[in-house]
């Protein structure tokens, strides 16, 4: 599983005092473009090429809460990597007390930039043949 740490800030808080249920779908992201650029093949990369890869579906449960000033360790693995979409499992944990907070999934496709569905394969083999070295077993 890849791995990133995200600390929380104030702004992320609600009028509870925990992190808002909406921040946990900025954390997926920040995870998803820190594991793309750790493979070699950032949203940048794949922008310049021609290529977007919207959100089709998300999901989250909520496990536990989270405060101000905590760390989180976004775990995530890839559960599918088709030539035409992707889906990604997300846990975060509590980085201090390593309890679990969160699970998600979210799926993506491949557009160029019209909007038109591609295939990765064809468009740039390179980055489908890496992408799916990294599907989890």
Known sequence: ???YIHKTQYYETDQMGIIHHSNYFR???EARVDFLEKMGYGYDRLEKDGII?????????YKGMIRFNDSVEISLKLLEATPYKFKIYYEIIDFKEGGLRAIGE?????LNKEGVPVSIKKINPDFYEIFKKYIAE
């Open 53 to 61: 890869s919207p959100v089709l579906k998300i999901s989250c449960e």
């Open 106 to 110: 979210s799926s993506h496709c491949y």
């Open 1 to 3: 599983m890849a791995k």
């Open 27 to 29: 954390w997926f992201e």
